[in-house]
């Protein structure tokens, strides 16, 4: 079954040029979205964002329209300035920058989560510490998904 949206979860091992394997369910969505072979990988705060090229040119669309009013220019320095096209070569491969990695402490082990509209990619240790987090304090999003109808 062919989905237009980033799903499930994986762990991978970086090479030592720190090329990461793309998940080739996360590559058919890049096709099915007419995207080109390329992603763009912004830094966010504990991990990196990867975005198919129309997901980033809306996100920068709504910073453009939105962003001043919101006094969140810091935050469009650090994602913008921050954000690198990378291209999946014929292996699968996207090359995350070492300046990318080293700002995270992103070491060679590495979860990689779809997030319906973009990817994350995370360091396995920071990933799995999130994780934890988010088990443990998992009662605090009940009301969050009662109104929006996914829990009764």
């Known amino acids: 079954m062919l989905t237009s949206r980033f799903r499930g979860k994986s762990e991978h091992s970086l090479d030592a040029k720190g090329r990461l394997n ?26 990196l964002r990867a975005y198919p090229l129309p997901e980033w ?5 709504r910073l453009l329209t939105q962003g001043g009013e919101n006094g969140i ?5 650090m994602v913008v300035g921050g954000a690198v096209e990378c291209p999946i070569d014929k292996q699968g491969r996207i090359l995350l920058p070492p300046d990318l990695r ?15 509209d973009w990817v994350e990619i ?18 605090t999003h009940i009301a969050s998904l009662s109104r929006m109808g996914i829990i009764s």
Do not use: Q, Y
Not at 25 to 41: A, N, Y
């Open 22 to 47: 793309f998940p080739s369910r996360f590559r058919e969505v890049l096709r099915l979205k007419d995207s080109e072979e390329v992603v763009i990988v912004a830094p966010w705060v504990n991990h």
């Open 57 to 61: 040119e809306s996100l920068e669309t």
């Open 73 to 77: 220019s810091g935050f469009i320095r």
């Open 102 to 116: 080293g700002d995270l402490k992103m070491g060679k082990d590495v979860t990689v989560t779809g997030m319906l």
């Open 122 to 139: 995370w360091d396995r240790e920071a990933w799995l510490a999130e994780s934890a987090a988010t088990r443990e304090n998992f009662g």
